[in-house]
């Protein structure tokens, strides 16, 4: 399987593991790859409840600042602690060690609304 | 000149540790001739020009009637004339500044800009990279001094002059020439380290170095000596523009300064974030930047009150409505140890 192929992508290139009562959300490679080397991320707080496609906190490369939005609603009940001493995870390993947020979904339906990876490839590369 | 390459941190970490090449032809080149250039650039400019020596190059602001600059430059003493290089930003303001102030003779002016290219070479590597590329001794020359020589038989001016904090070369050349120096200089040398670099980590390595840039640390509303520049400020010269200004502010001490800002936590502070200081605001962020020379910190200049300035007195950056604690910490953040 490609990287990628397991997860659901939003047209602001964000990505979402299903696993079971948990969504796991990162950034995608393609976006990782666009801000260049990121510097710190910040996110919302354990317990948050979070709007589909609200922004939910920020990642700063060394040249930019960029909002950070989420592809469903749901609260969030875990965020990446790691990436306060590594933010260079959302780089190396966007789909893995740099994952930013796990939250419990509030509305199944909306994952109907995201992309599959080749759909996802074909708006990020047009 | 691009932002970025390979990535800034990776083009940061070849010019600390190896040698990074830098296209900077953007930058403006003025030739000035004749034989009252020093008299005559030395009542525009705070820093001595008559002084120089042949083959030297300074540092030098041209400020206005308040102090304020108008641009910060690098004069480079040749055999015939005097090149003048200044911030592509300011390049047409600068070439009418001149031609304005120009005197009635003894002063040609030539600009270069846009025929006049530059490439810099910048890192602890830069003397065995460049020179067997090179017809005179670069090893000799020493910091701040130039030389006419060829590179790859093309006619060059080669300084020992940079804005990274490293060592380094910078080579101005005929803009036809300068695609042939960059292809060959990263083609025989990129096994060794050589990687080209872009403006986002040029900006990274100089505010590490605690250099200014022209529209942060220095603009025309602040002057040289509230950016710490003061040594370059020659106030025994008669009579230049900004003087009284400037002797003015030095003598009150009242003014706000550029103080060297370390963020407690990895945020960055960016240009405009207001600072803080016992409960009210004191000034605002100039530049900001994680800085890899400086164990991987968030750290920036900040435009603040005297009382503010001190080192050590601890401040707040406001990001995104919080708060966040910082310290003042004397500049430059970054020293290359000599060699």
């Given at each position: 399987m490609a990287p990628g192929e397991d997860l659901l992508f939003s047209k602001e290139h964000e990505w979402v593991r299903l696993e079971g009562e948990s969504a796991t959300i990162g950034i995608t490679d393609y976006a990782q790859n666009a801000l260049g080397d990121i510097v710190y991320v910040e996110l919302p707080k354990v317990g948050a409840t979070i709007a589909q496609f609200g922004n939910v906190g920020v990642i700063e490369s060394v040249k930019a600042v960029s909002d950070l939005f989420t592809p469903i609603s749901g609260e969030v009940v875990?965020?990446?602690?790691?990436l306060d001493g590594d933010p260079a995870a959302v780089n190396r390993e966007p789909y893995g060690a740099g994952w930013l947020l796990k939250i419990r979904p509030?509305?199944?339906?909306?994952?109907?609304s995201l992309l599959s990876l080749a759909e996802y490839e074909k708006i990020a590369t047009d | 000149m691009p932002v970025q390459y390979a990535g800034i941190l990776k083009e940061h970490d070849a010019v600390r540790h190896r040698a990074g090449l830098f296209d900077l032809s953007h930058m403006a080149q003025f030739w000035l001739s004749g034989d009252m250039v020093a008299r005559w650039a030395d009542t525009l400019t705070?820093?001595?020009?008559?002084?120089m020596k042949p083959l030297q190059a300074r540092y030098n602001i041209f400020c206005n009637e308040g102090g304020g600059a108008h641009d910060d430059t690098i004069f480079y003493r040749l055999e015939h004339g005097w090149l003048l290089v200044v911030n592509a930003a300011n390049a047409e303001k600068m070439w009418k500044l001149l031609n304005d102030r120009l005197?009635?003779?003894?002063v040609e002016l030539e600009n270069r800009h846009g025929r006049g290219a530059l490439v810099a070479i910048q890192g602890p590597r830069s003397v065995e990279i460049l020179k067997p590329h090179v017809?005179?001794?670069?090893?000799a020359l020493r910091y701040y001094f130039c030389t006419e020589a060829r590179v790859n038989g093309i006619p060059a001016i080669v300084a020992r002059t940079g804005y990274t904090g490293e060592d380094g070369f910078e080579l101005f050349i005929d803009s036809l020439d300068a695609p042939e120096i960059w292809n060959a200089l990263l083609r025989d040398h990129r096994a060794e380290g050589l990687e080209p670099c872009g403006l986002g980590a040029r900006d990274v390595l100089r505010l590490e170095a605690g250099m200014p840039l022209y529209g942060h640390e220095l603009t025309e509303a602040i002057t040289p000596v509230q950016a710490g520049l003061k040594w370059a400020l020659k106030l025994e010269k008669p009579e230049f523009v900004g003087k009284e200004a400037l002797k003015e502010q030095l003598d009150i001490d009242r003014y706000s300064r550029i103080a060297g800002l370390v963020m407690e936590g990895r945020a960055p502070a960016r240009e405009g974030y207001q600072v803080w200081h016992d409960g009210r605001i004191v000034g605002s962020i100039r530049s900001g930047s994680i800085a890899p020379s400086y164990g991987n910190r968030s750290v920036a200049t900040a435009l603040v009150a005297p009382e503010a300035a001190e080192i050590g007195t601890r401040l707040e950056v406001e990001i995104r409505g919080k708060n966040h604690e910082a310290t003042v910490v004397p500049l430059p953040f970054y020293k290359r140890a000599k060699s």
């Open positions: 875990e965020v990446n602690a790691a509030s509305n199944p339906d909306e994952v109907k | 705070i820093n001595a020009v008559a002084t005197p009635e003779s003894g017809d005179v001794d670069i090893a």
